[in-house]
C-alpha cells in the first residue's frame, strides 16, 4: 500500500516543471518586498545575504525561493538511496542512468562511490526532468557539505569530483588504473597508518607499477594542494572512527533526509561576522566578544513575542531601527531634523534613544519603579547592553529581559507622544508577554520562584482588565 501510494507521489512530483528563473526571481521579489515592510521602506534595512541568515546567526530567515524548490527536490535523493533496491521506481530510476552512466547493474550503494560529475554528465541524457533535476544537484551539494565539514574529507573518493583536478581536469573513474581504484578509493587511504601522514614511494613501490605509482603521485598531489587551499594537512584529516564508516556520498544522502536539511546546505556558507558587530563596537558598546553575539543571536532566535516587536528587536540588533538620524542619508535637502523625537536635542540613534536620552533615563526610572512595586526584583539599569539587547544570559523569556524588551518597544512606539512616555503601553505588552510565558499550565512549573509568582498574580490580576 505504502509503495502504491508513494509511486504516485513521485509520479506527481516528476509531472511538476522546474519554475523558470523568472518566475523565481518574481516571485523572490515579492517575498523581499513583503519584509520590506511592504516596499514602503525608505532604505534595506540589511542586505539580502544577511536577511536569509537563520535567527541564530542573526537573521531573519527570510526563505531563499530557488533554494528552497532545490532541497525540495533533493529530499528525494535521501529516498533514491534509502529506499529498498526492489522498489519498482527506484528500479526504474536507476535504471535509466546505469544505462546513461554505462554501469550495469547499478545499486544504490555502487552509485554512492561515482564521482559527482560523473553523475552529472549521466543525467544530461537523462529523460525524465525530475531525476534529472534533482540528481544534477550532487556536485553543488557535496560541495557545499564539505565546505561546511572540512575535517571529514577522508571519506570522499577522488574521482570525477570538482574538488581534485589532475591538470586541468577531473580525473575519470574509468581511467584509474584498477590497482590505485581497488585499494585507494577514499581520500583516508592515502594515508600510511603507520606514520599519520601520506604513503612514500618506496612503501608503494613494491606493489604498484611505475605507471600506476606515476598516477598515485598526480592524485595524491591535487588532493594535498586541496587540503593546503583550504588550510589543512593530511594529518588533520579526521581518523575514521569506530562504527559504521560513511564511503562516497553516504554520509550525505543519510545525515540529510528532509528537504528542511537540504535547505540548510544549498544557503551559501556565512563569512566572517555580521556587520552590525562591527558597527556597535565602533560606537558606544567597546568590544563584545563572539560568544556574548552568538548568545544574543540564539536569545534573539528562541523569543515568542508578538511579531512587531520581534521585529524591531531584530532591527535592534542590527543598529538598523528607522529613527530620525536615517533621514540625513535619504533626504538629499539637508533639512531633516535628525534630532531625538522625545527631548529634541541630541541625534536620535538607537544608542542615544535606548542609553543616554535623558527622557528615555526618566521612564525606565519609572518602569523600574512600577515593577518593583508589582512584581519585585531590580533590573539592573546601570548597565548599557541590556538596554539594548536584553540580558543575554538568561533566556528570552526571563523577567528581567521582558522588562527591557517592553521598555524599549514602548520606547521606539511614543516617540511621536512624547515628551512623557506613558507606562499604559508597557504594562500592556508585560501583560502579553506574560501570557505567552504562563500559557496553559506552564506557570505552575514556576510557583516555586518568588519574583515569579508576584508576577503570575499581577499578570491575572491584569488578565481580569486591571493594568496596576
Ligand atoms: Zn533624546
Redesign the pocket.
Known sequence: MKALALSKVTHLIQVIPDPNPDTILKLQCKINKFIWEGGRSKKTVVGIAQAELPPDKGGLAVPNISNFWKALKASWINRLFTAPEETTWKQVALSKLAVAMKLPHLTSNKLLLEGTQAILRGTKSLSNPFWNATLSLLPVLEARFYERNKKLVGERTWWDTDAFKVGANTLAKKKVPPSIARRFPYIRDFINPNTGALYSDPDLAVTLSKDSLSTWNRVAASITSYLTSNSMTWYDIDAPCLGPQHEGLSRIVIEHSRSKDFYKLLQPVQKGRNANERDWENSCLGKYSTDKWNKIYRNYSKLKVNYRVKYQEWRIIWKRQELNHCKSKYDQSGNSNIN?T?????T?TEA??YI?????QNFYSRASNWWKLFLGGHPPLQLKGPRLFGLENCPPDDLENIFFRACRYTIFKSRYKGPLISLDLFKQLVRDELSVKYRGNKYRLLLERKEEVSAICWHSLAMEGQLL
Not at 543616554?356 to 528615555?360: E, G, I, L, N, R
Open positions: 531625538c522625545l527631548c529634541l536635542e541630541k536620535e542615544h534613544l543616554d536620552c535623558p527622557v528615555t
